[in-house]
């Protein structure tokens, strides 16, 4: 009976350690937002559903948003910066895409401009 009573102060402490280290995970509604705006931001730039890194940032999103729910705020944190993150790299993508397009549209010009100028010489 005594070793009964010895562990029940140490189960108790183990209850309180384990909803302390829940208390210190504080709901990430800041990185949420952060979140929707990349997303946001790389719809508005041109990604489509087409872009899979777009599609993974609005799944983890989602599952962020679950998460939340859930009030499993690590998970929701990690889940949220991963889409962020998913969701810069698909702008990132589009981005770049535009800006090769548009280098090589410059450089067809350029050729044409040289042979105009090679024909009127």
């Known amino acids: ?3 009964l009573l010895k562990i029940q102060p140490v189960f108790g402490a183990v209850v309180l350690a384990a909803l302390v280290g829940c208390a210190n ?3 990430p509604t800041e990185q949420l937002k952060l979140t929707e705006q990349a ?15 777009l599609v993974t940032a609005q799944a983890k999103l989602t599952q962020a948003r679950a998460d939340m729910a859930d009030k ?3 998970d929701a944190r990690m889940q949220a910066e991963q889409a962020e993150l998913d969701a810069r790299l ?8 535009k800006s090769e397009a548009q280098v ?6 350029l050729e044409r401009l040289r ?7």
Not at 42 to 53: I, L, N, R
Not at 104 to 109: G, P
């Open 39 to 53: 997303v946001a931001q790389a719809t508005a730039v041109g990604a489509t559903d087409e872009e899979a890194d």
């Open 1 to 3: 009976m005594s070793f």
């Open 104 to 109: 090589a549209q410059v450089n067809t010009r």
């Open 25 to 27: 995970d504080p709901a």
């Open 72 to 74: 499993s705020y690590k």
């Open 90 to 97: 698909a702008e990132a993508r589009v981005l770049t895409q």
């Open 115 to 121: 042979k105009q100028l090679g024909a009127s010489q």
